[in-house]
């Protein structure tokens, strides 16, 4: 039986390069739509950045990460521009860029 952070890891691999999701997405469909916080806990003791991407993860207003666990919140904008992401002033336009999930 997995543990709640593979759990979560485990969505966050399936987002796709160009698309974020929300911490409250993951959290839904890791099984747990309360699990936000646990979410960035999660996140920020992310085993395997370059497997997992935590980049893709932003907060429900698209907002990139004050503390972003590897580098601020400029490497995580770096990160998603790199994969054609646009983010102006620390944000992402959700209704471009969210992932549905599927």
């Known amino acids: 039986m997995k543990n709640t952070f593979e759990k979560i890891y485990d969505v966050v691999k399936k987002i796709p390069g160009g698309k ?35 980049h893709r993860v932003v907060n429900r207003f698209g907002e990139v ?12 904008a770096e990160l998603l521009e790199s994969e054609g992401v646009t983010v102006i002033d620390g944000r992402v336009d959700l209704s471009k860029y969210l992932w549905n999930g599927l």
């Not at 959290?27 to 309360?34: D, M, P, S, T």
């Open 20 to 54: 974020v999701a929300t911490y409250g997405q993951i959290a839904a469909l890791a099984g747990n739509r309360h699990w936000s916080q646990v979410v960035g806990y999660a996140l920020h003791a992310n085993p395997e950045p370059m497997i997992i991407p935590c």
């Open 65 to 76: 990460s004050e503390a972003f666990a590897f580098g601020g919140k400029n490497r995580q």
